[in-house]
């Protein structure tokens, strides 16, 4: 085997070791990407229990109750539809009713959404831009002075 053909062959050889590890990652990140939901894309959607996902809409009025210690349920809303939530741990500063909220976890058995993370809007006038949009495009209407359904404003 000549100079040349040695090179081409390690070439050829780190090619493929390096495609079949792009591959290898591509497969492992698919399992592990979060998807973000609203709760009319839950019901929608029938999402297996124990698939982890992002559920993100407004905190529904009147539907925050604390339980013992840090234990939290709420209810999250896109104005169609609701999914409970239930959280353990520290709320964020900005998490309120009527304020747009992103949950991180898995949909329980029950339909109940088991969150681990939970992320507030960040000031008066921001919401997340996926939350927004989805929002939006259920036809609520958002910004100073909008009214939803069941009394919700923004």
Known sequence: MTRK????LL??????????????MMFAFRQSIVFFQTPSDVVAHQIADGVRFRLGGLVERGSVKRGDGTKITFTVTDTLQTVPVTYEGILPDLFREGQGVVAEGVLGSDGNFVADTVLAKHDETYMPPEVAKALQEKG?????????PEGMTQ
């Open 5 to 8: 053909q040695r090179r081409g």
């Open 11 to 24: 070439i050829g050889l780190g090619v493929g070791v390096l495609s079949v590890v792009a591959i290898l």
């Open 140 to 148: 609520v209407k958002l910004g100073e002075g909008a009214t939803h």
